[in-house]
């Protein structure tokens, strides 16, 4: 019983978390109190719930629980607290379920998380810490750096909110679309962090990605309408309907050539499209549009070789004009490659190795010795996977290239 | 709130500008503080001169050390601040970005203690 009251106060606290803190912050304008006073809070419920039963609604216990004691703290500094909280915090919690004004609060949460005002290695952190109930010892193995620090980095920008004041306000509307891109960043650096197979706890990645996605629902239903969130979103159900069949029994990473697409989720590819679906009539473009396009046409390929390379490679054109980076030329020349044949691909890596940020990257190697595979030039693809393999830092990468390169190496049946 | 509006530009890069450059930047300085003055959060405001004539004191061991020079030698100098009475950093970041100099060098935008 007792072990049940635990698992249900954890599971109410990660999905309520963000909810219940947006609202304290709205109320004292204070990060940090309102995540002690909610810590408070989980702790009453820890010793009461399992004796009275779990509320009929958890989240509005939890805020009730958390403003009083936010009120008892503030009293006790000597701050005035008006009559009018006195009054509010007596009110029946179940007034305050639900309404409007929470969820814009949330909304406005996630922007102070994402303001450019905060060290951007902070906002990741601080965005899954207030709004993902992830504790910081999670997020601290989670992106592998060590708690003390991440802790330190968290209160500094808790800091920095309270003390420069960050306003905990929607941007105004002609900073909106900029200050939703950084936004749309962090959301996505968070799935990236947890899909890049980078080692670490994987039950952690998993919940990365689960987070980050459920940040981009929260988004997409808060600012309804934005062709880029619903881009963004799709692009991430479309990377994780792939979650399963990327990786062999064996741990190793698989490329989508190689990957069972029987394992591929469904019900993510259809809704990831659906969403997409949403987003092209505005045709307003974007970097996550884009993404999502061509995550979507591979999702639609019934095989690797059905796929459509020369929309993917049209689309990565795109692309390229909004996001002029290095590894998106690259994808750019491996798409070119499968669309327009190996050769054009190789002319063009020759003349990205002079780009200096990619001499070095194992990718590029990686994507050379796989055209030179292609057109059957094993000495030379043997060489570049030898190359690649030296260069990639990622063990399971590194594992990937290890066995292309051995696989190089058997006598052709 | 009060915020600190601390203006950081190289002054070599006034000092090589046209005098029609000069009096054009001039005249954005006088509209600037006048938007400031109407929106009723100009709360002080200074031009400094320039870091040539600054000196530093420090006490040590109970005498003051003074010296020629500015607190660091840096490649951008501090060259006038404005004080606002803004409702939030975000409101004290937008008047940042409309000050003239933000163009030309860099604007930091400081909290006062209450």
């Known amino acids: ?413 | 709130m009060e915020y600190m509006i601390l203006i950081y530009a190289d002054e070599a890069h006034y000092e090589a500008m046209a005098e029609g450059q000069m009096a054009s930047l001039m005249a954005d300085f006088v509209s600037y503080t006048q938007a400031l003055e109407a929106a009723g959060v100009l709360r002080g405001g200074a031009e400094l001169a320039p870091v040539g004539s600054a000196t530093s004191v420090r006490v040590r061991t109970g005498k003051p050390v003074i010296t020629d020079g500015p607190f660091a030698e840096t490649k951008e100098q501090l060259g006038g601040y404005y004080l606002l009475d803004c409702a939030n950093l975000d409101e004290a970041l937008a008047w940042a970005g409309r000050c003239p100099a933000a163009s030309l060098g860099t604007i930091e935008v400081r909290p006062v203690t209450a």
């Open chain 1, 1 to 413: 019983m007792a072990g049940d009251a635990i698992a249900a106060v954890e599971h109410v606290f990660r999905l309520e978390k963000g909810r219940v803190l947006a609202g304290l912050m709205r109320r004292f304008g204070d990060l940090g109190l309102a995540e002690d006073v909610l810590q408070e809070a989980c702790r009453k419920a820890l010793e009461l719930w399992p004796r009275t039963g779990i509320p009929d609604y958890p989240a509005a216990w939890l805020s009730a629980v958390a403003r009083n004691a936010a009120l008892d703290h503030l009293r006790r500094a000597g701050r005035s607290v008006s009559d009018a909280e006195a009054v509010l915090s007596c009110l029946p919690a179940a007034v305050m379920e639900e309404t409007q004004v929470i969820e814009d609060d949330r909304l406005r949460l996630l922007f102070i998380c994402c303001h450019p005002a905060l060290a951007p290695e902070a906002q990741v952190a601080l965005a899954l810490r207030t709004l993902c109930g992830l504790s910081t010892a999670e997020i601290a193995r989670a992106f592998g750096v060590a708690e003390t620090a991440l802790s330190q980095r968290l209160l500094r920008a808790r800091r920095k909110i309270a003390e420069a004041r960050i306003a905990f306000e929607l941007p105004p509307e002609q900073e909106l679309q900029s200050r939703l891109a950084q936004v749309l960043h962090v959301i996505y650096l968070v799935f990236s962090e947890g899909y890049c197979a980078s080692g670490g706890d994987t039950l952690l990645r998993a919940d990365l990605c689960a987070e980050a996605l459920r940040l981009g629902r929260l988004l997409d239903s808060l600012q309804s309408g934005q062709p880029e969130v619903q881009g963004l979103l799709a692009l991430m159900l479309l990377q994780a309907s792939r979650g399963p069949a990327r990786l062999s029994p064996g741990g190793e990473l698989l490329t989508l050539e190689e990957q069972d697409r029987r394992l591929w989720d469904d019900v993510l590819i259809a809704e990831g499209l659906a969403v997409l679906a949403l987003a092209l009539p505005a045709r307003a473009p974007g970097p996550y549009q884009l993404q999502a396009a061509i995550a979507a046409l591979h999702a639609q390929a019934p095989t690797a070789s059905a796929t459509d390379w020369r929309q993917i490679s049209a689309l990565y054109g795109a692309l390229l004009r909004h996001k002029p980076e290095p590894m998106i030329l690259l994808n750019a020349v491996i798409a070119c490659a499968m669309a327009h044949g190996a050769e054009h691909g190789l002319a063009w890596l020759v003349r990205l190795e002079a780009v200096p940020s990619l001499a070095n990257s194992h990718y590029l190697h990686a994507a050379r010795a796989d055209l030179l595979r292609r057109q059957g030039d094993r000495p030379g693809a043997l060489a570049a996977y030898a190359r690649a393999a030296m260069l990639a830092s990622n063990a399971v990468e590194r594992q990937y290239l290890l066995r292309r390169h051995g696989e190089m190496r058997l006598p052709l049946v």
